[in-house]
């Protein structure tokens, strides 16, 4: 991935350096990065490797995936605390997930923490089932477990695609 896009930078300097303007404007290297990310496209089979902005746009998916799912978990538990009375059921439920590595395992355990309403209280030392603290465990843990496996798939295409 990193060779592509040093690849790319490369073509974009070789294009402003064939375009001959004083003084080199960036435009000019905008539309040399384009054609860059065009001929390695045309060209990434080569490689061996996948086209490298796949793995871009995976993490921007992530991304929009991380904060759309932030957004309904907040909603929910603002909700939650503002009814009059609280009628929630706090609960602990195991999940045991498909990721293998660490860094993947990090990365949900964080997301999953950092959503509203549930807590990664604890992962097993192979890695493999996450404990999970839900705030209303009758009616957020349908949306927790959505949310899981909405994450693990996103990270699974930046990691393994």
Same mark, same amino acid.
């Given at each position: 991935?990193?060779?592509?896009?040093?690849?790319?930078?490369?073509?974009?300097?070789?294009?402003?350096?064939?375009?001959?303007?004083?003084?080199?404007?960036?435009?000019?290297?905008?539309?040399?990065?384009?054609?860059?990310?065009?001929?390695?496209?045309?060209?990434?089979?080569?490689?061996?490797?996948?086209?490298?902005?796949?793995?871009?746009?995976?993490?921007?998916?992530?991304?929009? +995936?991380?904060?759309?799912?932030?957004?309904? #978990?907040?909603?929910? &538990? $603002?909700?939650? @605390?503002?009814?009059?009375?609280?009628? *929630?059921?706090?609960?602990?439920?195991?999940?045991?997930?498909?990721?293998?590595?660490?860094?993947?395992?990090?990365?949900?355990?964080?997301?999953?923490?950092?959503?509203?309403?549930?807590?990664?209280?604890?992962?097993?030392?192979?890695?493999?089932?996450?404990? +999970?603290?839900?705030?209303?465990?009758?009616? #957020?843990?349908?949306? &927790? $477990?959505?949310? @899981?496996?909405?994450?693990?798939?996103? *990270?699974?295409?930046?990691?393994?695609?």
């Amino acid at each position: 991935m990193a060779g592509q896009f040093l690849l790319n930078l490369f073509i974009a300097l070789l294009w402003v350096l064939l375009q001959d303007e004083m003084p080199p404007r960036f435009a000019t290297f905008f539309t040399g990065f384009i054609v860059g990310i065009g001929i390695l496209y045309v060209l990434h089979r080569f490689y061996g490797t996948q086209f490298y902005l796949r793995r871009v746009f995976a993490i921007i998916q992530l991304i929009f +995936i991380f904060n759309w799912e932030l957004l309904m #978990s907040s909603y929910v &538990v $603002l909700k939650q @605390i503002m009814t009059p009375k609280i009628n *929630i059921t706090p609960g602990i439920f195991t999940y045991k997930t498909e990721l293998e590595t660490d860094w993947e395992v990090t990365t949900l355990a964080l997301l999953l923490t950092l959503t509203p309403g549930s807590v990664v209280m604890e992962v097993t030392p192979e890695g493999d089932m996450f404990y +999970i603290h839900a705030m209303d465990i009758e009616s #957020s843990k349908d949306a &927790v $477990l959505r949310s @899981i496996g909405k994450f693990e798939q996103a *990270i699974m295409e930046v990691t393994r695609s």
